[in-house]
T-cell receptor
C-alpha cells in the first residue's frame, strides 16, 4: 500500500510568481485535503477535493486553487505569491466518509519559501 | 468558528517521567479528537484518536476526553528523548475537515 507523496519537497519562488504543488493520494483514497502550516502554527485547512470537485474550503483567497484528477491525485496552485505564503504545504488523503473519523495521513509536505 | 487551544510550551520533562499535554476546544459539537506528533521539519504523524468520554490507551500513550469540560489530553508515560516533538491536537464533527491547535512543544531531557 503506497502512502501519500508530495512534490517537490522544497521550492523557492519570488513574490508575484505562481506555483504548483502536487500530491498523489494513498491507494484506495478518493478524497484529498490541503493544509498550510506556517512556522510555529498548526496546519490550516485550505480546501478539500472529492471526485474532482472542491467540496470544502477554508479561509483562503481565490488565488489558492486546486484540481483533482481521475486517479485522485491533486494539485494546489497559488497565484501572485506573497511573502506570507511561505509555509509547509501538507496534503492528506482519505476515503470519503471515513478519513475524517479516523484522522488523516499526511504526505511529507512541500516547503515553500517566497522571497 | 471552531477554536482549539494548546499551550505552546516548551514543556520540559525528565526522561522516564509522565508528560501531560492538554487541549481545550470551543465547539461543543466536536465529535472526534486526534493527537498528532510532528518532528521539526517533518509532517504531522497521527498518534491516537478518541471519540468517547474517558481514557483510551495505546502503549505508552493515553488520550483522555471530557466533553462536558471541552478538554482533551495526551499522557505519555516513560517519556523518552525521542518523544521530543511538537504535539498537535485536532478535532472535527461529522465529516468536516480537521481543525488543529498550534501545538505544544515537548522536550524530554535525558
Amino acid at each position: 500500500e503506497t502512502g501519500v507523496t508530495q512534490s517537490p519537497t522544497h521550492l523557492i519562488k519570488t513574490r508575484g510568481q505562481q506555483v504548483t504543488l502536487r500530491c498523489s493520494s494513498q491507494s484506495g483514497h478518493n478524497t484529498v485535503s490541503w493544509y498550510q502550516q506556517a512556522l510555529g502554527q498548526g496546519p490550516q485547512f485550505i480546501f478539500q477535493y472529492y471526485r474532482e470537485e472542491e467540496n470544502g474550503r477554508g479561509n483562503f483567497p481565490p488565488r489558492f486553487s486546486g484540481l483533482q484528477f481521475p486517479n485522485y491525485s491533486s494539485e494546489l496552485n497559488v497565484n501572485a505569491l506573497e511573502l506570507d505564503d511561505s509555509a509547509l504545504y501538507l496534503c492528506a488523503s482519505s476515503l470519503a466518509g471515513q478519513g475524517a473519523s479516523y484522522g488523516y495521513t499526511f504526505g511529507s509536505g512541500t516547503r515553500l519559501t517566497v522571497v | 468558528q471552531k477554536e482549539v487551544e494548546q499551550n505552546s510550551g516548551p514543556l520540559s520533562v525528565p526522561e522516564g517521567a509522565i508528560a501531560s499535554l492538554n487541549c481545550t476546544y470551543s465547539d461543543r459539537g466536536s465529535q472526534s479528537f486526534f493527537w498528532y506528533r510532528q518532528y521539526s521539519g517533518k509532517s504531522p504523524e497521527l498518534i491516537m484518536f478518541i471519540y468517547s468520554n474517558g481514557d483510551k490507551e495505546d502503549g505508552r500513550f493515553t488520550a483522555q476526553l471530557n466533553k462536558a469540560s471541552q478538554y482533551v489530553s495526551l499522557l505519555i508515560r516513560d517519556s523518552q528523548p525521542s518523544d521530543s516533538a511538537t504535539y498537535l491536537c485536532a478535532l472535527n464533527s461529522g465529516n468536516t475537515p480537521l481543525v488543529f491547535g498550534k501545538g505544544t512543544r515537548l522536550s524530554v531531557i535525558a
